[in-house]
């Protein structure tokens, strides 16, 4: 078929086209945007029709396809672009005053007194950090729950103190 009768014959299928859109988008500038999509892509691919096939039934799977496509794009973008949390002018100053050069200090200042505590506290903490339980722990290092769960207060305790000085400046002021 040569690209005039092509063309003809999509043209032709123009309105059962606009009939099929409406009833995916419920609303006429959509479906009107739904048929110009499929006509542009059914000339795109003209190659890919086969003669003999049913023409009707390849625009009318272009356009599904075409629908289904860009309603996911639509419910990527919208999920994506969602926002819930208005951002109060506190957060952005606090976002604004703590950047990622002070936090490069403050992971450091947390290494470093992470490696001064003793290893019977050290082991504990971090098994509890990564997310073990107290009885985890307990079996993994062979000691009663009860010294578990005093070790990892102790070495809080000990981390807080020699934290102290981020005390104010990590937690977001609430005012």
């Known amino acids: 078929m040569n690209s005039n009768d092509f063309n003809f014959r999509l043209y032709s299928y123009k309105d059962s086209l606009q009939s099929f859109a409406i009833s995916f988008t419920r609303d006429v500038e959509d479906a009107n945007d739904l048929v ?90 971090l098994k509890y950090f990564e997310g073990f339980k107290y009885h985890e722990i307990a079996v993994q290092l062979d000691i009663p729950i009860g010294t578990v769960k005093t070790r990892i207060h102790l070495a809080r305790q000990l981390l807080k103190k020699k934290l102290k000085m981020y005390e104010d400046s990590l937690s977001p002021k609430l005012s």
Do not use: C
Not at 75 to 94: P, R
Not at 98 to 115: P, Q, R, S, T, Y
């Open 36 to 125: 110009q999509d499929t006509m542009l892509k059914a000339i795109n691919y003209s190659g890919h029709f086969k003669e003999g096939t049913n023409f009707k039934a390849w625009l009318y799977t272009i356009m599904k396809n075409t629908f289904i496509n860009n309603y996911r794009r639509a419910t990527k973008t919208n999920s994506i672009m969602t926002v819930t949390d208005e951002i109060t002018s506190d957060k952005l100053h606090y976002s604004a005053t703590v950047n990622d050069g002070d936090g490069k200090f403050v992971m450091e200042d947390i290494h470093k007194a992470l490696a001064k505590l003793q290893p019977e506290y050290y082991t504990p903490f």
